[in-house]
């Protein structure tokens, strides 16, 4: 097999076994030993690939056939070959390096991973067989394997490339413990002072060439550069940043700094950070040369947007396709089963049953790993019901088919006021004024509000779950709270938030989320508890006619959030049915 289709294979491999915990992983190729006074490297960067093998599309899901007619096509591991083999074959000196996650978000680790799992049921012997297989480094500092060895044989704190003369040191969030499945048996610490603590060891070594390769987000990396010195470059990961200084690139608004950016560290030198977005639509490429001190003198570089001109390594595609054969066999996978039918149809307007299952689940998976109080989603975030009978893994992504992440923010409880306004009001944002084009469901949340009464004064009557005891208790505007949404909705999607909320760190995917607590409840049945209660009176002004549908005239959409009142005089009797219908909705 080619050398380099052997190295994504190797990342591939890798992927597999390990489970649902982050890690920083970096790849080299060796060359030939050359020290003249300036020295030249290519670092290749990834990061936050997030299991994107085969092409994808704008939204970062499946491309299809008319998109990829449409030029619409990006990333793809067939790409990041051609990309990665030109520039090993264009520089002396290269680096290919990964700021982590490369699993999670496709049917390609969903699928994978059962199979990753299994390899661990086999045990160490079956595990360390696959590690002698891997020819690649995994570096991290800030973690403690002492109480998880079979981890911790195959993670050190750096790497040494001896030919360059060169360390480069891992670390990741402090917050992996609290955000992923690593379990019990790992801690991990702040990683300024350990990543000092190893440039000092590096450097008494003679090695004065120093990068870090990190999964900890840009903000903390732009803080950590700043508090440490002796580090060239940080290559980083976690936070899906676009760094980018091509004002005339489609993606530049997307982008939160330059491309290197530029920090003061401790002793005032600058330094680099790099990161290239995620899913694979870019390869970061940064070209430095150092003087004989490991001090950067001149760079160059930017992000490669891999689209549709790149031509995709025709072995490597190959090789996707036969990846996802099994998915076809996969999606029918039973995973429970539903008693009754689940409603999505009414999650625009109501609490729906379709709702309150996915709700719950949100706050169902995170609360085994941290606290939290509740959980909220757009309802547009919720695609389809569910049928009586079998529910397959298919149903569960035609359900939420959003390549979504599941985030954790801090809201007042004032931000969640404005929150229900904002919903309830189904106009526009009460702090931002944009359009709102989502009501939303919940979990760990009841509240009523009066329809009737003027947009933003709705909201009657909020209560939250206790984090510790899930006891509701009254709403407290100044108190903070740990809220469970969607990477979308965080970053302002249908207008819910008023600003997008920077850094944060992404979780499970929703469909996985659900999937896990459908398959540990085995069977699930829908029900409405009065979470969303509107106490307003309806009343509709008409004469009822047994036969004949009531028509209540027509509604400009814009108009909708203006009271629309419907009076009813006489009795309505029990059993009788009355079909409200609204014209051009
Ligand atoms: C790592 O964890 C072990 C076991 O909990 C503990 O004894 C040790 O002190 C920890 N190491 C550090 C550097 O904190
Ligand atoms: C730095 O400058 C030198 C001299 O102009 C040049 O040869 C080298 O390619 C530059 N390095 C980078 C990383 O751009
Ligand atoms: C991108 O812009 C920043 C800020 O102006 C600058 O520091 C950096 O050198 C630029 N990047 C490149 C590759 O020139
Ligand atoms: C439902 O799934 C179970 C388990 O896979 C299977 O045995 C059963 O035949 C399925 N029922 C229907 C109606 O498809
Ligand atoms: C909470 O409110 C503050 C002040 O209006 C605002 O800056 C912040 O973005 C809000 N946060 C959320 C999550 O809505
Ligand atoms: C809802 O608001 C309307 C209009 O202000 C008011 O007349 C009605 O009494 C309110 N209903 C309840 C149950 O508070």
């Not at 991973?113 to 696959?130: V, Y």
């Not at 120093?210 to 550069?225: F, M, Q, R, W």
């Not at 941290?370 to 309802?379: G, R």
């Not at 249908?494 to 850094?503: K, V």
Request: charged share 20%; proline share 5%; hydrophobic share 35%.
């Amino acid at each position: 097999m080619h050398k380099t289709l052997k190295t994504l294979l190797i990342v591939f491999i890798l992927d597999i076994l390990f489970l649902s915990f982050i890690y920083t992983v970096l790849y080299s190729i060796f060359k030939t030993i050359h020290k003249p006074s300036i020295w030249k490297l290519t670092i290749i960067h990834t990061n936050d690939v997030h299991s994107r093998y085969d092409q994808i599309n704008e939204a970062a899901t499946d491309c299809s056939s008319k998109q990829f007619e449409q030029k619409q096509c990006y990333g793809g591991i067939a790409r990041h070959k051609t990309v990665i083999d030109k520039l090993r074959k264009e520089n002396k000196n290269s680096l290919l390096l990964d700021g982590g996650d490369q699993f999670q978000g496709t049917l390609f680790f969903t699928y994978y991973n059962a199979i990753g799992n299994h390899e661990f049921d086999k045990g160490p012997e079956t595990l360390a067989a696959h590690h002698s297989r891997l020819n690649m480094p995994i570096v991290c500092a800030n973690i403690n394997t002492t109480l998880n060895p079979l981890l911790g044989a195959n993670i050190k704190p750096y790497h040494i490339f001896k030919e360059y003369n060169l360390g480069v040191i891992g670390y990741i969030t402090d917050t992996t413990g609290g955000i992923s499945n690593a379990g019990p048996t790992l801690e991990f610490y702040d990683p300024i002072p350990i990543v000092q603590q190893y440039v000092n060891e590096l450097r008494s070594m003679g090695i004065k060439r120093i990068l870090t390769v990190s999964h900890n987000g840009y903000g903390p990396d732009k803080e950590l550069a700043a508090n440490t010195y002796g580090v060239a470059v940080h290559i980083g990961g976690h936070s899906h940043t676009l760094l980018s200084n091509d004002t005339t690139s489609n993606d530049y608004h997307l982008a939160s700094g330059p491309y290197p950016t530029i920090v003061k560290n401790a002793i005032g030198e600058d330094t680099l950070i790099v990161q290239a977005f995620w899913a694979g639509k870019y390869i970061g490429h940064l070209d430095v040369s150092f003087d004989k001190n490991g001090k950067v003198v001149n760079y160059s570089g930017a992000p490669i947007l891999i689209d549709q001109s790149i031509p995709q390594d025709p072995e490597i595609a190959d090789l996707v396709k036969q990846w996802r054969e099994p998915f076809d066999q996969y999606t029918k996978t039973v995973v429970g089963r539903a008693n009754e039918p689940f409603d999505q149809s009414s999650c625009q307007r109501n609490e729906c049953t379709m709702g309150n299952l996915v709700l719950d689940s949100f706050l169902w998976s995170q609360r085994k790993i941290s606290k939290v109080n509740a959980a909220f989603l757009n309802s547009g975030g919720i695609r389809a019901g569910l049928m009586k009978g079998n529910i397959t893994r298919e149903d569960i992504i035609t359900i939420l088919p959003f390549s979504n992440s599941l985030v954790i923010l801090d809201m007042s409880g004032q931000n969640i006021t404005d929150l229900l306004e904002s919903a309830t009001g189904r106009w526009k944002n009460i702090i931002s004024g944009k359009r709102v084009t989502s009501f939303i469901q919940l979990s760990g949340i009841r509240f009523k509000y009066n329809s009737s009464k003027p947009v933003f004064k709705r909201v009657l009557e909020v209560n939250i779950q206790n984090s510790d005891t899930e006891i509701f208790e009254p709403l407290d505007l100044k108190k903070n709270y740990k809220i469970i949404t969607v990477d979308f909705v965080a970053n302002t999607g249908d207008g819910l938030l008023p600003y997008p909320i920077q850094d944060l760190i992404p979780l499970d995917s929703p469909d996985v989320v659900l999937t896990n607590n459908i398959q540990d409840k085995k069977v699930v049945s829908p029900y409405l508890d009065g979470r969303i209660q509107d106490v307003a009176h309806i009343t509709i002004h008409s004469t009822l006619s047994p036969h004949e549908p009531i028509h209540f005239g027509y509604f400009d959409d814009d108009k909708l959030s203006d009271n629309v009142e419907i009076k009813m005089k006489g009795d309505i009797k029990p059993g009788r049915q009355i079909v409200i219908k609204i014209d051009g909705l």
